[in-house]
């Protein structure tokens, strides 16, 4: 299973884009790449995901490199109500059933 | 409004004395989960059920058991229950055929 590698924390001015990075350098190729967040204890939330092309929805945009070793979320205005834990999650091909989360990123919005 | 519902949000309990936290979802959802959370872990499944009367483990499945008698809910259970089972618990619920996870509220559980 592709295991992933966020950075612990990071921090982003109020009003300013947030760029997430993620490692999944195992990644296979039929597996996908998901975000969630959490916040503060709350239950996790679905933020995107993606298998190779660029995604983008209403709460953020998903890059994902061309050898899919790696991955970017981009909040593109981030707010106080943004600072979360923010996890990236690579689905088990062979088992759609079975999501691994990892430690996630703080991410603290600051005014 | 769609939701997962759990209950109770709160437990302080003793070891070796059953419990039951209970999971219900009204959006008519196939596949229901739950996981534990501990600090520096992230979230890791405990179990899992495609729909009723299917269940299977997920990763860190000893100690719980789960079933799935109505679509609606999963109840997970404790028997016996130790103080390696303190954690912040989290059920989830997904339609079959799509890829976002809804996850509840949260159930924090001591054992002492």
């Known amino acids: 299973d592709a295991k992933t590698t966020q950075p612990t924390s990071m921090d982003c001015a109020e009003g300013r884009a947030a760029n997430l990075p993620c490692n999944h350098s195992?990644?296979?190729?039929?597996?996908?790449v998901y975000w969630y967040r959490q916040i503060h204890s709350q239950g996790p939330q679905y933020i995107i995901h993606g298998l190779k092309n660029n995604e983008t929805n209403e709460m953020a945009s998903l890059i994902i490199t061309e050898d899919r070793k790696s991955s970017t979320l981009i909040l593109p205005h981030a707010t106080l109500r943004d600072t979360a834990v923010y996890y990236c999650?690579?689905?088990?091909?062979?088992?759609?059933?079975?999501?691994?989360f990892g430690s996630g990123t703080k991410l603290n919005v600051k005014p | 409004e769609a939701q997962v519902t759990q209950n109770p949000r709160y437990l302080i309990t003793v070891t070796g004395k059953k419990l039951t936290v209970t999971c219900s979802q009204n959006?008519?959802?196939?596949?229901m989960s739950w996981y534990r959370q501990d600090p520096g872990l992230g979230l890791r499944q405990i179990y899992y059920?495609?729909?009723?009367?299917?269940?299977d483990k997920g990763d860190v499945p000893e100690g719980y058991k789960v079933s799935r008698k109505e679509k609606r809910n999963f109840p997970l259970i404790l028997e016996s229950p130790s103080p390696n089972q303190t954690s912040l618990y989290f059920c989830?619920?997904?339609?079959?055929?799509?890829?976002?996870?809804?996850f509840g509220p949260g159930t924090r559980l001591t054992v002492l």
């Open positions: 195992t990644i296979s190729g039929n597996e996908y």
């Open positions: 959006m008519n959802h196939e596949y």
């Open positions: 999650i690579v689905r088990v091909a062979y088992d759609f059933n079975k999501f691994y």
């Open positions: 989830a619920s997904r339609r079959v055929g799509t890829d976002t996870q809804y």
């Open positions: 059920s495609m729909n009723v009367e299917v269940t």
